[in-house]
């Protein structure tokens, strides 16, 4: 079967750094992207890994291991516009089809 | 400026009745999804379309079908075999990309809160 895990639930202060990870278990990786979400709103697209290493994009920053099927989004100096859920998504084999975690919910406190 | 656009943004639907939700794109992206998302919880995959006049099944796809008969035009029917369709329903579309490269990403539409009464 295929399966992301990732928190429920992750709170963090105004200005600080807080990491979110994510495994997978998936027939096939072509990618991993992380996307977020405001409530009531539509995902939009924060980061993508096709290879290993750490990519940096602004004050987010996302990492991925293959070998461990594991990536994890970095949020660099909180602000509470940050209050969000995070969704991980692995792309399988073929790049097209995309399967997303639960979501991690984001609560930035002043 | 390039985007998806869903329509309605709500949808009731009595029981036993067939609803299409409708999806159109501009940015001329070859692939389009169907995803459902229930409270609280991840995005499930209905249907995807790689192509046009060509379209496969998700995880989820029982009780709904789509068709894809252009390029910018994704419909989603509900049908009433779908037991449990109260959700929200968001529609994506993107391009095939290089894993090595820069990557885009899905673009979203707004979504359509469809209410079973």
């Known amino acids: 079967g295929q399966s992301l895990e990732q928190p429920s639930e992750v709170t963090a202060v105004e200005g600080a750094i807080v990491q979110i990870n994510c495994t997978y278990q998936?027939?096939?990786?072509?990618?991993l992207s992380w996307y977020q979400q405001h409530d009531g709103g539509a995902p939009t697209f924060l980061s993508y890994?096709?290879?290993?290493g750490l990519e940096e994009t602004g004050r987010f920053s996302s990492f991925l291991s293959r070998s461990d099927s594991y990536g994890y989004l970095l949020l660099q100096e909180l602000q509470m516009k940050d209050s969000a859920s995070y969704f991980c998504a692995v792309t399988d084999t073929g790049g097209f089809k995309t399967i997303f975690g639960a979501g991690t919910r984001l609560f930035v406190k002043a | 400026d390039g985007g998806i656009t869903q329509s309605p943004k709500y949808l009731f639907r009595k029981e036993g009745q067939n609803v299409t939700l409708s999806c159109e794109q501009n940015l001329n992206h070859d692939a389009m999804y169907w995803y459902r998302q229930d409270p609280g919880q991840g995005l499930r995959l209905i249907y995807y379309?790689?192509?046009?006049?060509?379209?496969q099944k998700g995880d989820i796809a029982e009780g709904y079908s789509v068709s894809r008969e252009k390029k910018e035009s994704f419909p989603l029917t509900v049908t009433s075999a779908q037991k449990n369709p109260t959700a929200f329903y968001l529609c994506?579309?993107?391009?095939?990309?290089?894993?090595?490269?820069?990557?885009?990403?899905?673009?979203f539409g707004s979504g359509t809160r469809l209410t079973v009464v």
């Open positions: 890994n096709g290879l290993d």
């Open positions: 998936t027939s096939g990786f072509y990618g």
């Open positions: 994506a579309s993107s391009i095939f990309q290089d894993r090595t490269k820069t990557n885009y990403g899905y673009t």
């Open positions: 379309s790689q192509i046009v006049n060509d379209f």
